[in-house]
């Protein structure tokens, strides 16, 4: 539990961290530099600009802890954070964490996470018509006789895989599901369906690239299982889905 909870807030600390230390660094750097020689012209210049870029970062960092709470306006607001999110501070995390030999995985599902409270709190009190359910073709068996692309309703319902049981919620809660075998299907598939908010089922490499690639539209990233080993006869938790689609209707 304690293992887990340090996995979730990874991502987060990492860069309140690094922005201690930057913050710190910074002012011993220049209160050194001023009580030992005295500041140049030019050194007033690089640490007032330096000095700026740390407020900015700083800002921006308090902007996206509050939007994991609560919704930023305005929208111009909140996409200049979601910005700095998914441009600065994933780097700055990431920096940091090999610096100090965390797992990446641990990492990246802690970042996943931190974006998905910012995508429930942005959608509270909202109903979304246009859902869309990104599934992973692994998630098939593979001795299936039907080959599903995009459209789930080919599944035959043998109930061998989870295709069956996401089926079911799809019809219930009246979204899309679509299985996307790759990121240039998927990005098309966003293209033409041009959905509100996605719900997006896939391992953590390919949630980070997609939820960075489409970094505009609301992406709730809901991470497969792999009993049998990466990118082979997957599961989800279908409950997690059903979750998810609840709080976007
Ligand atoms: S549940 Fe559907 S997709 Fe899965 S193995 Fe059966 S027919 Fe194929």
Redesign the pocket.
């Known amino acids: 539990m304690k293992e887990y909870y340090f996995a979730i807030i990874k991502f987060p600390l990492l860069v309140s961290l690094s922005l201690v230390i930057l913050t710190g660094s910074f002012f011993g750097i220049a209160l050194g530099s001023y009580f030992k020689l005295g500041l140049s012209l030019w050194d007033t210049v690089l640490y007032t600009a330096l000095f700026i870029v740390l407020v900015v970062l700083i800002f921006s960092w308090i902007l996206n802890l509050i939007s994991t709470h609560r919704k930023i306006q305005p929208s111009s607001m909140a996409i200049y954070a979601k910005w700095m999110l998914f441009h600065v501070f994933y780097y700055i995390a990431k920096a940091l964490g090999k610096i100090t030999f965390q797992k990446d995985i641990d990492l990246q599902e802690s970042f996943l996470n931190f974006n998905n409270e910012i995508v429930l709190s942005a959608a509270a009190n909202i109903s979304h018509r246009n859902i869309l359910l990104l599934l992973p073709h692994c998630?098939?068996?593979s001795?299936?006789?039907?080959r599903?692309t995009s459209d789930?309703n080919s599944?035959?319902?043998?109930?061998?895989?989870?295709?069956?049981d996401i089926?079911i919620l799809a019809d219930k809660y009246q979204v899309k599901a679509a299985v996307a075998t790759g990121g240039s299907l998927a990005r098309k598939l966003i293209k033409d369906l041009n959905p509100d908010v996605i719900v997006a089922v896939a391992c953590h490499r390919d949630l980070i690239a997609g939820v960075r690639d489409t970094w505009k539209v609301p992406i709730y990233a809901v991470l497969n299982e792999r009993p049998k080993g990466p990118c082979f006869e997957t599961t989800v938790s279908t409950k997690t889905i059903e979750f998810a689609i609840k709080k976007f209707q």
């Open positions: 998630l098939q068996r001795d299936c006789d039907v599903i789930i599944c035959k319902d043998c109930g061998r895989c989870d295709i069956t089926k």
